[in-house]
């Protein structure tokens, strides 16, 4: 019998890539097509919240576009993403149940060659992860409370994870 307990084992729960392009209609189509190109799934549109008048974006505007991805076209595409932000996350990157760390260039990840009609964009990749048992709290029928301690993924888990599957440093 092992030590470890399998209900505390971290896993991912989805990967949002986010490019934000403002409200430039043109810059929201190549998003839309570097994401497509990227993930091989239809992104949907961020829309604002509210108006702002500085940058003339009112409420309901498209103002980039984001792909969620679940399951195994998570886990596939995330060690290319990492890789694309060399293999190094800032403390700051990692919070309670989640990693967040930015691509410059979309040319940084493997795979993906430059297409002069999409231009460079850059990307934000927010990774929500999660713990076995996790659904007894989301679903509808027979819903299950989940503890504090079982549901807080702390930074020092989510470092050790990160270093153990990925093989990604914590550093400045």
Request: aromatic content about 10%.
């Given at each position: 019998m092992s030590d470890k307990n399998s209900m505390k084992?971290?896993?991912?729960d989805k990967v949002v890539i986010n490019i934000g392009s403002g409200s430039d209609s043109k810059l929201q189509d190549n998003a839309k097509r570097l994401l497509e190109k990227i993930t091989h799934m239809k992104p949907a549109d961020s829309l604002s919240k509210r108006r702002n008048p500085t940058f003339k974006i009112s409420k309901g505007t498209k103002i980039g576009a984001f792909v969620t991805l679940?399951?195994?076209?998570?886990?596939?595409?995330?060690?290319?993403?990492f890789e694309a932000a060399d293999n190094k996350l800032k403390p700051k990157a990692i919070t309670t149940n989640t990693i967040n760390f930015g691509i410059r260039e979309?040319?940084?990840?493997?795979?993906?060659?430059?297409?002069p009609s999409i231009g460079m964009l850059g990307m934000n990749v927010n990774v929500?992860?999660?713990r076995p048992g996790?659904?007894?709290?989301d679903k509808k029928i027979k819903r299950g409370k989940i503890r504090e301690h079982h549901k807080k993924?702390?930074?020092?888990?989510?470092?050790?994870?990160?270093?153990?599957?990925?093989?990604?440093?914590?550093?400045?």
């Open positions: 084992d971290i896993e991912i679940r399951g195994k076209n998570a886990s596939t595409l995330l060690p290319k993403l979309y040319i940084d990840i493997n795979g993906i060659k430059y297409d929500a992860l999660k996790f659904r007894v709290a993924i702390s930074n020092e888990e989510i470092t050790e994870f990160v270093k153990n599957k990925f093989k990604v440093s914590i550093g400045e």
